[in-house]
């Protein structure tokens, strides 16, 4: 597949399954996450992969995390625990925010989400199945602590990667002069 392929016709695919991905494969993703446009070079992107039984441990961490998750409806308690089962393999992104007189946290926030895109883009090369979430697993500070990051860490998002078994949706048709403009604007 070429790049504009790629790039033009890339989805979502959120079942995931396996077999794994290889080795290569997962460099492959890697090398593209880090060649995320990065003003100043400061290198704020680090990844988590988390595969395997390690998921089950994150599911618990995603509970046990959740305010008052005991009282918790039991469906609600289940999903909380299924989430990472829901792909072979989760990347999850985090951004290291410091202080740096030209780039403000949104440009090292935004650094960190170029490298999930490009993640995802090359996994849609390499046909294999990814999505990006967040939800409020992302945002919940008791989970990242357990996931040992740093008070200056935030999580971007957890990528879900794997093999694709079903039809993947369409690609929307989306209209160019819907969003795309000269400047200045001409008024009707
Ligand atoms: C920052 C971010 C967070 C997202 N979080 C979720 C999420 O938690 N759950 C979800 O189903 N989709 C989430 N999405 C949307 C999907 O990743 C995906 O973009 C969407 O399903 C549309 O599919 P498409 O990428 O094929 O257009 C998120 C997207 C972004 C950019």
């Known amino acids: 597949m070429n790049a504009i392929q790629a790039l033009s016709k890339r989805v979502s695919v959120a079942q995931l399954t396996g077999p794994d991905l290889t080795p290569d494969e997962e460099e492959k993703l890697f090398l593209a996450a880090l060649r995320a446009p990065d003003h100043a070079w400061m290198r704020p992107s680090r990844y988590l992969t988390v595969r395997g039984d390690e998921r089950q441990q994150l ?17 609600k308690q289940t999903k909380l625990l299924n989430m990472p089962m829901r792909a072979p393999l989760i990347v999850i992104a985090i951004c290291t925010v410091t202080d740096h007189p030209k780039v403000p946290r949104e440009e090292q926030l935004l650094s960190t989400g170029a490298g999930v895109q490009n993640m995802l883009n090359a996994a849609y090369a390499l046909d294999i199945g990814a999505i990006w ?7 919940n500070r008791k989970i990242a602590a357990g996931l040992g990051l740093k008070d200056n860490e935030e999580i971007v998002g957890f990528v879900y990667l794997g093999r694709v078994n079903t039809t993947p949706k369409p690609v929307p048709e989306l209209a160019i002069s819907d969003f795309v403009q000269s400047w200045p604007i001409k008024s009707s």
């Open 59 to 75: 599911g618990r961490l995603f509970l046990e995390s959740t305010d008052n998750w005991q009282t918790l409806a039991e469906d």
């Open 133 to 139: 979430r967040t939800g409020d697993v992302a945002y």
